[in-house]
């Protein structure tokens, strides 16, 4: 195997730790993941895995659980404020799958991590550390050294030849170890709750995903019949201290009552978790022999559901540049090389999206009648370079090239 022999250390078992340590263990290599929390973390809410994201999960073996832990919403249906019809049904389902080859799915994130981490633990080759107190690391010319203190307060130090930061948001490996930024709180929360799935009926429909616009928010629901829940993310302008925010969200608007959206606020009454939303924007993504992934190297506002999706692409990508470049320095400028521009672009349209989404009247009509314009199937023109990404083709000379080492 190309890559026995060869050690790598990844900071943060989240969505993109886990999916990089499964690729760099399919290769062969020793991965060990460093996990500050003592298990795999049950935060966060509903995920939309899109096709770009989901070939990926296919191809390390995961398609048949995520079919289970999932749901393909038949479309998105886009509720104009105070509307009580939809004003466009965007086709999702098997178009998806015909057009993009693979499932748009939504889920729940701890579904998405559970089922990376039994994937994990199928490997001999890949050891999860939980409860990490701290680490350090060095990088050198033929690799790292990092010394580990874990949960049992034992220190540990080892050699490995990269060392991959894929602890989140506020990474330190980003601000500590690299000398990249700290993260950029963008006035915006995202409220989240999860409602029985019985609650909603009447509502909304439960095969599908529900945008409801309003001024300066928009709420998203969709159903994980899985779990027999509904997700519902309700985003607006908010504080950054979580303290000052309460328990459920202030709707910025007054003329509301007995609207569709203001049902919805009230079926959640106080279950609601608010989450202010960061952003990481740098173009330090690596120094020496260590690198970062997923939301450590470039958190970007959810509006298009990309943020887990772009971490995933990350892991496919910088996998096989690992194994297959003399040194992890060059793989890492060589995945920067592949990646900063495309993780920009969705960065940037995210970021839109949300301007889009909270326009207030005058300019929400002619939102409205663009997106009207648009038609069922006007995403699927405008989004194929997002969803038709293909991570491992871009990488599969790399992969062809080891095969035959
Ligand atoms: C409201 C909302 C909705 C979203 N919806 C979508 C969506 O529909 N689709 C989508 O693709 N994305 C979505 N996202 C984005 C997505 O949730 C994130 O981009 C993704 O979870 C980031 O994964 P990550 O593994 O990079 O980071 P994280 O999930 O933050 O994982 C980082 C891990 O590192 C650990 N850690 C942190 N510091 C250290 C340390 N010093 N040492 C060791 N471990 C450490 C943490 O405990 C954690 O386990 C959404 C985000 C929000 C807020």
Redesign the pocket.
Known sequence: MPGTGRTYYI???????LTLALALAKFGAKVVV????PTI?EF???????PN?RKILNNLGLDEVLGSHSLEPDGIDIYPYLRPDPLVTLELGAIMRERFGAPYAVMH?ADLADLLYRACRRFANIDILFG?RS?SVESHERGVTISIDEANGQTRTGRGLAFIG????????RTEVIGGPRARYGQRV?W?TLLPFDSVAGQLALDRVSVLFAPGSHLVCYPLPHRRQVNL?L?AKGAETTGELGTRPQAPWSDSRGSRIEVLLSAAADTWTP?P?YTVRTDTWHTGNIGL????AH??V?FQ???????IEDAAALAPLLIAEASAETAFQKYYGQRHARVARVAALSATNGRIFHMRWPLSVARNLAIAAQGRRGHLRRLAWLYSYEAQIEAAPISARIASK
Not at 34 to 37: K, T
């Open positions: 900071a943060g078992a989240g969505i993109s730790g460093l996990e500050r929390g973390s966060g809410a509903g995920l939309q895995i899109s994201a994130r990490v680490w894929a602890d989140g948001v506020h990474s330190r490996t995202a989240r993310a985003f989450w939303l992934i997923g939301d450590a958190a970007m959810p559901a990309q943020g887990a999706a772009m971490g």
